[in-house]
């Protein structure tokens, strides 16, 4: 495990006198109960963090995207490295949502950014994915602007995170990362071999690395302040954000209807189509899952089994639960066109096309290592930036004068996760 996932071997390893018993059955029982200690502590940490620098905005309405996805809470209690991956994710979305929402304390996301991203690189090989939307964040972060009294606060606390993930990877990046399943995979042992050369170089020039993110990217933040501040470039960057988050609520809202109409594509596997090129086949993938906004006939791998798949238990959420996903995750990308402020606006979609490349990455990979997409490597994507994308609906809804709307959402969630508890307790019955 130390080669797979170092952050969860170290976890385990710290809890063992505490959890360890000599039945394997009770060790696995306990092992799923600290799982969800540490779950629940992320989520108690994520509100927090949310409360304490948006202090504008409550918090419960910011959190609503933790709360559309039930498959999460399974996932984050697995007896596996992706639990530790899941309370990850909930932390990094956190950290995100006070970048886009927040102001006075918006420094404060720094730290807790960079120890999150550090805990998904340490926990699964899957946690890499979520590169290329860390480095959109924090080039919107840019863009934007923050806190203009604490540049360093925010980039001492990303390097902090950087200088953790060159401690959680250090043994990795010397012996690699070691995978069982790559017999007869040349791609996946050229794809393993490259990233296990880079690690090993990232690994030797951490300091480097923290250095130049502070140092530079400090310098950068001050040095945009002016331009930032331009009347001009501002007003065209709000003309242009707005009309692209209207392009993107247009979009989803004719999909929505075309569903019904039209079959929408779905990614093929590799016993399917075994012969089909790897850029065709990730680009098949990337459209699958960007026509996501559909009604029915629901993509098994881009979708169904993230969002209504509870792993092994192989139980799917009927379609009227997934349905109501989907409409939520409409709503909240029509109310970031309708409702959101434009720097909030601007860091949704910063944020929401960031995971678009992170999950093109995904595809890619998976079609590099020969082996068919499983809904769970997308999860650090898609619980940040659901969590950004539906922190739009939650501010209209604390915004919104009538508390009956609020208690009607409210009690909708709360009926999704039961409803999806009751779905997959049918099975052992």
């Given at each position: 495990?130390?080669?797979?996932?170092?952050?969860?071997?170290?976890?385990?390893?710290?809890?063992?006198?505490?959890?360890?018993?000599?039945?394997?059955?009770?060790?696995?029982?306990?092992?799923?109960?600290?799982?969800?200690?540490?779950?629940?502590?992320?989520?108690?940490?994520?509100?927090?963090?949310?409360?304490?620098?948006?202090?504008?905005?409550?918090?419960?309405?910011?959190?609503?995207?933790?709360?559309?996805?039930?498959?999460?809470?399974?996932?984050?209690?697995?007896?596996?490295?992706?639990?530790?991956?899941?309370?990850?994710?909930?932390?990094?979305?956190?950290?995100?949502?006070?970048?886009?929402?927040?102001?006075?304390?918006?420094?404060?996301?720094?730290?807790?950014?960079?120890?999150?991203?550090?805990?998904?690189?340490?926990?699964?090989?899957?946690?890499?994915?979520v590169l290329p939307l860390s480095a959109a964040a924090l080039a919107g972060y840019l863009c934007v602007g923050g806190d203009r009294r604490r540049p360093l606060v925010f980039w001492g606390g990303v390097a902090i995170g950087a200088v953790l993930a060159s401690w959680l990877l250090a043994e990795v990046a010397v012996a690699g990362y070691q995978r069982p399943d790559t017999f007869e995979r040349p791609t996946y042992v050229a794809m393993l071999t490259a990233a296990n050369r880079s690690l090993a170089f990232v690994g030797r020039s951490w300091w480097l690395f923290a250095l130049a993110l502070v140092?530079?990217?400090?310098?950068?933040?001050?040095?945009?302040?002016?331009?930032?501040?331009?009347?001009?470039?501002?007003?065209?960057?709000?003309?242009?954000?707005?009309?692209?988050?209207?392009?993107?609520?247009?979009?989803?809202?004719?999909?929505?209807?075309?569903?019904?109409?039209?079959?929408?594509?779905?990614?093929?596997?590799?016993?399917?189509?075994?012969?089909?090129?790897?850029?065709?086949?990730?680009?098949?993938?990337?459209?699958?899952?960007?026509?996501?906004?559909?009604?029915?006939?629901?993509?098994?791998?881009?979708?169904?089994?993230?969002?209504?798949?509870?792993?092994?238990?192989?139980?799917?959420?009927?379609?009227?639960?997934?349905?109501?996903?989907?409409?939520?995750?409409?709503?909240?990308?029509?109310?970031?066109?309708?409702?959101?402020?434009?720097?909030?606006?601007?860091?949704?979609?910063?944020?929401?096309?960031?995971?678009?490349?992170?999950?093109?990455?995904?595809?890619?990979?998976?079609?590099?290592?020969?082996?068919?997409?499983?809904?769970?490597?997308?999860?650090?994507?898609?619980?940040?930036?659901?969590?950004?994308?539906?922190?739009?609906?939650?501010?209209?809804?604390?915004?919104?004068?009538?508390?009956?709307?609020?208690?009607?959402?409210?009690?909708?969630?709360?009926?999704?996760?039961?409803?999806?508890?009751?779905?997959?307790?049918?099975?052992?019955?």
């Amino acid at each position: 495990m130390d080669n797979r996932s170092p952050a969860s071997a170290l976890l385990w390893r710290s809890a063992t006198p505490v959890w360890s018993q000599p039945a394997v059955a009770d060790t696995l029982w306990r092992l799923r109960i600290l799982h969800a200690m540490v779950f629940a502590t992320a989520i108690a940490i994520a509100a927090a963090l949310v409360v304490w620098c948006v202090p504008a905005i409550p918090g419960p309405g910011l959190l609503a995207g933790v709360a559309l996805l039930p498959t999460l809470p399974y996932f984050g209690t697995m007896v596996s490295d992706w639990a530790l991956l899941s309370s990850a994710s909930v932390l990094f979305g956190a950290s995100l949502l006070v970048l886009a929402h927040g102001r006075e304390r918006v420094a404060w996301a720094g730290l807790p950014l960079g120890v999150s991203v550090a805990l998904l690189l340490g926990s699964n090989l899957a946690g890499f994915t979520v590169l290329p939307l860390s480095a959109a964040a924090l080039a919107g972060y840019l863009c934007v602007g923050g806190d203009r009294r604490r540049p360093l606060v925010f980039w001492g606390g990303v390097a902090i995170g950087a200088v953790l993930a060159s401690w959680l990877l250090a043994e990795v990046a010397v012996a690699g990362y070691q995978r069982p399943d790559t017999f007869e995979r040349p791609t996946y042992v050229a794809m393993l071999t490259a990233a296990n050369r880079s690690l090993a170089f990232v690994g030797r020039s951490w300091w480097l690395f923290a250095l130049a993110l502070v140092g530079v990217a400090g310098l950068l933040d001050v040095a945009l302040t002016r331009l930032r501040s331009h009347s001009g470039l501002n007003r065209l960057a709000k003309s242009m954000l707005a009309a692209t988050a209207a392009t993107i609520a247009v979009i989803a809202c004719l999909q929505l209807a075309a569903s019904l109409l039209w079959r929408f594509p779905q990614m093929p596997t590799f016993e399917e189509v075994p012969t089909l090129p790897v850029l065709v086949r990730a680009g098949h993938g990337l459209l699958t899952l960007l026509s996501a906004a559909r009604l029915r006939q629901f993509d098994h791998a881009t979708f169904t089994s993230l969002w209504g798949g509870f792993g092994w238990l192989d139980t799917m959420l009927p379609a009227p639960l997934l349905i109501a996903i989907v409409l939520g995750l409409s709503a909240g990308l029509l109310l970031t066109w309708l409702h959101l402020p434009h720097r909030a606006r601007a860091l949704t979609i910063i944020v929401t096309a960031g995971g678009i490349v992170s999950a093109a990455v995904t595809l890619t990979a998976v079609v590099l290592m020969q082996r068919n997409l499983h809904g769970r490597y997308l999860l650090p994507i898609v619980v940040p930036v659901t969590m950004v994308v539906m922190s739009a609906a939650g501010r209209w809804l604390w915004d919104s004068p009538s508390a009956p709307v609020r208690w009607a959402v409210g009690t909708g969630l709360a009926l999704l996760h039961g409803c999806s508890l009751a779905w997959v307790s049918l099975r052992y019955i």
